[in-house]
């Protein structure tokens, strides 16, 4: 069988801020602001970000929730 790496799908607060380049205090930050687009989801009592959406939202420029989620939302 050969030896692949595994892909991470699911990324804690602090495996997410690494990611991005910023700090953990940042991107709770951002997230309680409404600045951070992705929304987490919730894995037991882990709360977890999905990889391929955080890179997504980065390559949309970092656009804030509302404009993320689709909303007009003032």
Known sequence: M???Q???LLLSATESADLLGIGRSHFYGLHSSG???PLPVRL???TLWRAEELA???AA???GRDVWMGKNIK
């Open 44 to 46: 037991g009592r882990r």
């Open 56 to 58: 997504a939202w980065v």
């Open 2 to 4: 050969p030896d692949r």
């Open 35 to 37: 600045r951070l687009g």
């Open 6 to 8: 595994q892909e991470i």
């Open 61 to 63: 420029g970092c656009p």
